[in-house]
């Protein structure tokens, strides 16, 4: 009999799909409503990525998978839409609410200052 023996802590399934909505689908929708004319006019796409896409940080989880989805689409959107400039920024360590909660556990303050 199988065992369930893999679980993400801390995440709450609301909170999971809050993530998504905010980082995934409401940039997805941005996109395709505006693509039409970024074709049109050699448009740019700029998404914010984040050190938690890539790090794994404890507590993070929901916050840094949806801000890893952001790196691909980038890297997808630049090979399918050549007239379209399509990047991801990550731009370091802001002092946000998030951050001050995350740095609040010691199993991610040396990483979070290495950012």
Do not use: C
Not at 53 to 81: C, D, R
Not at 83 to 94: C, E, Q, S, W
Request: charge should be positive.
């Amino acid at each position: 009999m199988a065992t369930k023996n893999i679980i993400v802590n801390g995440a709450s399934r609301e909170e999971w799909e809050r993530a998504f909505a905010v980082n995934v689908t409401g940039a997805l929708r941005l996109i395709q409503a505006a693509l039409p004319e970024l074709r049109k006019n050699n448009g740019r796409i700029i998404f914010t990525s984040s050190g938690a896409a890539v790090a794994g940080y404890p507590t993070l989880g929901p916050y840094g998978a949806t801000k890893s989805i952001p790196n691909h689409l980038a890297l997808i959107l630049s090979k399918e839409e050549p007239n379209v400039t399509t990047v991801a920024v990550r731009p370091g360590t802001v002092n946000t609410g998030l951050v001050r909660k995350l740095l609040d556990d010691e199993r991610v303050v040396e990483d979070v200052r290495t950012l």
